[in-house]
């Protein structure tokens, strides 16, 4: 993401957020390196509870750190394997490190018979983790209307349409298409139309018709400003190469760093940071420093699970200028 677009955006950042600890220009501006970055996540994977935990050992699985993460989930699982919804988080992470397939399906079928259990209380929980290890509980022949059996709609059947997206190439398309009509609707609840922007980030970049119809929504839609902040990641996450030059894409991103400047917002922040571990380039690493250094002594558990957020994406940057060099 070029910083050319940021530059004014990250002053503004460096002399304005506000984590209630005034601190000073020079820890700001602070260099993180990698080594920074990975003790972070190794630190919050090791001495934080529960989810915290799960999204540090992720990060560390998805920016190729993955040593040590077994065998802390292995424990985890000894320890809390019956513990709920937590142990829907726990065998999520050994599913992805295993690397033979039998040992793979043993977590794997954890998770599905959490969701077969009907009087269970984490087949929510596990809907959701199957269909973001992209494992459908459907087989290629069922059907749409199948999953959305009548037209209310709650956390519970968004993911469930998600998880069917995985069932069948066909379906796949079927899914991204009703979920973008889902996300823009005007009738559907805000909790619903973020689930729905999310899963479709999740689920890979869009064609360019769907893709602008989501971008102009994400920048028309102002009534509620989480719904916004939402669609305008997803949009940018799932621009094509071709739509990433396009001037609705720079809107797009600008508009997304505006609405962050606007107030202090543990979940927007999420979004940003997001948006950079997944679009950002070394351009954008100072921002990233100074967020970092900005919360990195702030204890409450959505703000320590914010500064994984901004270690994952310094580390996804470096990874990407690495690769880059050797291209």
């Not at 709650?154 to 991204?176: G, R």
């Not at 799932?238 to 400047?261: D, G, I, S």
């Amino acid at each position: 993401m070029s910083g050319k677009y940021f530059i004014i955006i990250f002053l503004f950042v460096v002399f304005t957020i506000d984590c209630n600890m005034n601190p000073r220009q020079n820890i700001l501006l602070e260099h993180v390196s990698e080594e920074d970055a990975i003790a972070l996540l190794r630190n919050n994977m090791q001495n934080q509870k529960e989810w915290i935990k799960v999204h540090a050992a992720e990060f560390l699985l998805w920016s190729g750190h993955q040593k040590g993460v077994s065998e802390i989930f292995l424990n985890e699982e000894k320890n809390f394997g019956t513990q709920s919804p937590y142990r829907i988080g726990i065998w999520r992470i050994l599913a992805q490190t295993e690397t033979e397939q039998e040992k793979k399906d043993i977590w794997i079928d954890k998770i599905i018979n959490a969701f077969l259990d009907e009087k269970g209380s984490d087949r929510l929980h596990a809907i959701e983790t199957l269909a973001k290890l992209k494992i459908s509980v459907f087989d290629a022949n069922s059907k749409l209307t199948d999953i959305l059996i009548t037209d209310t709609l709650d956390s519970f059947a968004v993911y469930k349409l998600w998880n069917f997206a995985y069932s069948s190439e066909e379906n796949f398309w079927l899914v991204q298409d009703r979920l973008l009509k889902i996300a823009i609707s005007e009738d559907r609840s805000p909790l619903v139309k973020i689930i729905s922007a999310y899963t479709l980030k999740k689920m890979g970049v869009m064609d360019g018709t769907a893709w602008r119809t989501l971008a102009e929504t994400a920048l028309s839609t102002s009534s509620d400003l989480s719904v916004q902040v939402v669609l305008l990641n997803t949009a940018i996450v799932t621009a094509n190469q071709e739509m990433a030059q396009t001037a609705l894409y720079v809107r797009a991103v600008k508009e997304l760093f505006h609405l962050n400047e606007k107030e202090y917002n543990n979940n927007f922040k999420m979004s940003l940071l997001d948006t950079l571990a997944e679009k950002g380039d070394k351009e954008d690493l100072e921002l990233l420093y100074s967020i970092f250094n900005t919360i990195k002594t702030v204890e409450d558990a959505a703000t320590v699970d914010l500064l994984s957020s901004c270690a994952y994406a310094i580390l996804m940057i470096e990874k990407k200028n690495k690769t880059s060099k050797t291209v």
